[in-house]
């Protein structure tokens, strides 16, 4: 069986979930061939940094040198893989094309071949707000409608999915996400950090990550534990409005934000004291598995795919609520029983997802509509 994958993700990010979902995917596929997948991704040009290592690490650097950044290079990455995707769509080589986002340019060309789409959140649905301009709103019904398979990465997107959307049950399959922890000594990894324990924060700020309630209550925590501080790994720099509510709040010098590599987040795992994460929502939460691989006591928003992913690994809290967020802190910060039990149950529960499972139960999702 020969699934096709097109550019899309791999023209956007530079690193992420999705493009990190997609290139584990490929690399099972090619390192296992009694999985019966054969792989062919349609991308010449991209900043991508998992996928260069499974696919082709060069690319065309010698024209568009990945590392170097300018204005409009995503939408030129774009422009420059679509024209090879559509030339291997109407060579028509494949048996089933998986597309890796929601544009959905390809309609016009796949002819009678099936396409399975994977459907990572409800985000665009649950908080439009945030989302104003974006044409994945547009694009994403149409292509569920139109997909043969849908894949919901974890079994409250699939019951969203389901609730917000008229598709039939039969079509949407759940399939985790997984990750293949890093080995190796991160020691320091070239990252300077004050003395005193730190709550770790990982990934975007926008208004439904609830960040800014995260802020509100921080004076109050670091109140009871001076020598804290909070560290925020990627997710841009702070905005206007983040470095006020942090000035007002007097948390200058105890906020700190820096954009990391790999293994400098596997070595910000292995530090904190605690990984926080008030989402409002997610589609799944891979940075959930990652801090219970790493070693890092979870402390997580009560909502959406959080508690399927943790179950009883993670200290949670209602995201609403104040008290109950620095209920869960101080527990998770002083409770040496408490931290014990939850980090012990992290080392095995991260490990009931597995790439090979992930890729696995994607071939039964392909099987259903390919030869």
């Not at 584990?24 to 991308?43: A, H, M, R, W, Y």
């Not at 789409?117 to 974006?134: M, R, S």
């Not at 942090?246 to 934000?257: D, S």
Request: hydrophobic share 40%; proline share 5%.
């Amino acid at each position: 069986m020969k699934v096709l994958y097109d550019h899309q993700i791999f023209s956007i990010q530079a690193h992420g979930g999705i493009s990190r979902y997609f290139s584990e995917l490929i690399k099972s596929f090619k390192e296992d061939s009694s999985l019966g997948v054969q792989t062919e991704l349609s991308l010449r040009v991209s900043a991508n940094e998992y996928i260069r290592s499974v696919w082709n690490p060069r690319f065309e650097d010698r024209f568009f040198p990945h590392r170097q950044h300018f204005p409009g290079k995503r939408k030129l990455t774009r422009i420059a893989n679509l024209p090879n995707t559509l030339i291997e769509l109407f060579l028509n080589r494949f048996d089933i094309f998986h597309p890796t986002y929601y544009f959905p340019y390809f309609l016009p060309f796949l002819g009678k071949k099936p396409f399975v789409l994977t459907v990572y959140d409800l985000i665009h649905e649950k908080f439009p707000q945030d989302f104003a301009g974006d044409r994945t709103s547009e694009y994403k019904p149409i292509l569920i409608e139109k997909a043969d398979q849908i894949i919901a990465i974890s079994e409250c997107t699939r019951k969203d999915l389901l609730k917000i959307y008229d598709v039939p049950e039969e079509k949407v399959q759940t399939v985790h996400l997984a990750i293949e922890p890093k080995v190796g000594n991160f020691k320091n990894s070239n990252i300077e950090l004050p003395s005193g324990d730190f709550i770790l924060f990982v990934g975007g700020r926008g208004t439904y990550k609830n960040f800014k309630f995260l802020l509100k209550y921080l004076p109050e925590f670091f109140r009871s534990y001076p020598e804290a501080f909070l560290f925020c790994a990627g997710g841009g720099e702070f905005d206007s409005e983040e470095r006020l509510l942090i000035e007002e709040a007097g948390l200058g010098g105890k906020v700190l934000r820096r954009t990391v590599t790999d293994d400098q987040l596997v070595y910000l795992y292995s530090k904190a004291r605690i990984f926080v994460f008030p989402s409002l929502y997610e589609g799944f939460g891979l940075p959930v598995l990652e801090s219970m691989a790493y070693g890092c006591l979870p402390v997580l928003a009560d909502r959406s795919s959080l508690p399927e992913v943790a179950a009883d690994a993670a200290i949670y809290f209602d995201p609403e609520s104040g008290n109950s967020l620095l209920s869960a802190m101080e527990r998770a910060w002083v409770d040496e029983g408490t931290r014990k039990r939850i980090l012990k149950s992290g080392e095995s529960r991260w490990k009931d997802f597995s790439l090979r499972k992930t890729a696995k139960e994607t071939v039964e999702v392909y099987r259903k509509i390919g030869k």
